[in-house]
Nanobody, 123 residues
Framework: QVQLVESGGGLVQAGGSLRLSCAAS????????VGWFRQAPGKEREFVSV????????TNPPSVKGRFTISRDNAKNTVFLQMNSLKPEDTAVYYC????????????????WGQGTQVTVSS
């Protein structure tokens, strides 16, 4: 059973940056593709990014492309989400999730989820 713990969230002004981390325990994260999702109050969960097992493949939706970069350090069992040029509309709880398939935005195909970290971007 893989446990995922997100960290790095916080309050930042618009235009600022944050780096989220997703640390895994109880399993080898390199066996999984890892995605990031976010959910703002009153809104549906939204796909943010995904990275393949060795980091060679990534996908980002247009809403974050060019601003967010996903990466991973399998030696540290950790995946990162570097978020630059943050906007107030990026405010949400951010979740990482691990799955055996490169599932992209299909949240149902992820097997393990973290508890989330809050990101708040002030205008």
């Amino acid at each position: 059973q893989v446990q995922l713990v997100e960290s790095g969230g916080g309050l930042v002004q618009a235009g600022g940056s944050l780096r989220l981390s997703c640390a895994a325990s109880g399993g080898t994260l390199s066996n999984y593709a890892v995605g990031w999702f976010r959910q703002a109050p009153g809104k549906e969960r939204e796909f943010v990014s995904v990275i393949g097992w060795d980091g060679g493949m990534t996908t980002n939706p247009p809403s974050v492309k060019g601003r967010f970069t996903i990466s991973r350090d399998n030696a540290k069992n950790t995946v990162f989400l570097q978020m630059n040029s943050l906007k107030p509309e990026d405010t949400a709880v951010y979740y990482c999730a691990a799955g055996s398939y490169y599932s992209g935005s299909d949240s149902a195909r992820y097997d393990y989820w973290g508890q989330g970290t809050q990101v708040t971007v002030s205008s």
